[in-house]
């Protein structure tokens, strides 16, 4: 079975308006980023979830907009 050695997801945050998602940032093979959603139930919220509790993230400390967050090519994890 080969290893990943690489971070796959670089990033991690909830949107105020949205408590029950978790919205990531994952590096792909060819080098490039893909901003990703899951809600709540799926495997992988539970993961990133378990993940940012253990940072003591909670969820977004303000209503500042990250640019990374105003993008619109947002997909949900499959």
């Known amino acids: 079975m080969p290893?990943?050695?690489d971070r796959?997801?670089?990033r991690a945050w909830r949107h105020k308006s949205q408590p029950d998602?978790?919205?990531f940032i994952v590096a792909r093979a060819?080098?490039?980023?893909?901003?990703l959603?899951?809600?709540k139930g799926h495997f992988l919220y539970e993961?990133?979830?378990s993940h940012l509790l253990a940072m003591g993230y909670i969820g977004p400390a303000s209503a500042k907009i990250d640019p990374?967050?105003?993008?619109d090519d947002t997909?949900?994890?499959a």
Not at 68 to 71: G, T
């Open 30 to 35: 060819d080098a490039s980023t893909r901003r």
């Open 37 to 39: 959603w899951v809600s």
């Open 47 to 49: 993961i990133l979830d």
């Open 21 to 23: 998602k978790i919205h």
């Open 68 to 71: 990374e967050e105003a993008q």
């Open 8 to 10: 796959v997801v670089l």
């Open 75 to 77: 997909e949900a994890a």
């Open 3 to 5: 290893v990943i050695s």
